[in-house]
């Protein structure tokens, strides 16, 4: 039972270059959200899904795409990387109670 | 909507010592309460949550949280802390009244720092 998985943990992009960030999990939970980490803005959330084919916008969902194709995975698109995107991702999953997150994808934009 | 206050960017201990780190909510109707616990480039765990039932939670590592309704308050709490438990603590809450989403709103963290 690996749990919550994300690749890669380290990326480098330059400003205006497209990508995107893996997350799966083997828990079969319904719900998974994408965050990101900022020095003293705590987690932010970016996108979320309710279960395969559901998704919606979070706080801060500007310049990032996902979709659910399968209860499995949720990918996240950074769909032209802007220096503002450099941050530490972090994917989790759940049920209705307490999520469990991967270990984070670490993106710096120049 | 829900939302959720740590007042203390930072928390400093000694050794030994008991460890308080303050968490505040709001919603709109019944809270899921929950606390997090992040070592230096990992991922969050989880540590405990308050569901409904006993005022205490006890959770991972010797934590425990006292759910407060009147002061609308989750605080951590750990009668003697380790050096070890110096990380980032995050509260969350999710408002029961949320219509299914069941996502929760995260604190800006506090970092808890024990001292030898």
């Known amino acids: 039972n690996a749990g919550v998985t994300q690749t890669p943990k380290f990326q480098v992009l330059k400003t205006g270059q497209s990508m995107t960030l893996q997350c799966a999990q083997d828990m079969n939970h319904e719900y998974m959200s994408w965050y990101r980490q900022d020095p003293g803005m705590g987690l932010r959330l970016i996108h979320y899904s309710v279960g395969a084919g559901i998704t919606d916008q979070g706080e801060v969902p500007n310049g990032y795409n996902v979709s659910r194709s399968t209860t499995e995975d949720f990918p996240l698109r950074l769909l032209s990387a802007a220096p503002s995107q450099t941050s530490v991702y972090f994917c989790?999953?759940?049920?209705?109670?307490?999520?469990?997150f991967g270990p984070g994808t670490r993106l710096t934009v120049t | 909507a829900q939302s959720v206050a740590q007042p203390e960017d930072q928390v400093n201990v000694a050794e030994g010592n008991p460890l308080t780190v303050k968490c505040t909510y709001s919603v709109s109707g019944n809270p899921y309460l929950f606390w997090y616990v992040q070592y230096p480039n990992r991922g969050l765990q989880f540590l405990l949550k308050?569901?409904?039932?006993?005022?205490l939670v006890k959770g991972s590592y010797g934590f425990e949280a006292e759910f407060n309704k009147s002061q609308t308050s989750f605080h951590l709490k750990k009668p003697s802390a380790l050096v070890s438990d110096s990380a980032l603590y995050f509260c969350?809450?999710?408002?029961?009244?949320?219509?299914?989403?069941?996502?929760?709103?995260f604190g800006r963290g506090t970092s808890l720092i024990v001292h030898p």
């Open positions: 969350a809450v999710r408002d029961r009244a949320s219509g299914g989403s069941y996502i929760p709103t």
């Open positions: 989790a999953s759940s049920t209705i109670g307490e999520q469990y």
């Open positions: 308050y569901i409904t039932g006993d005022n």
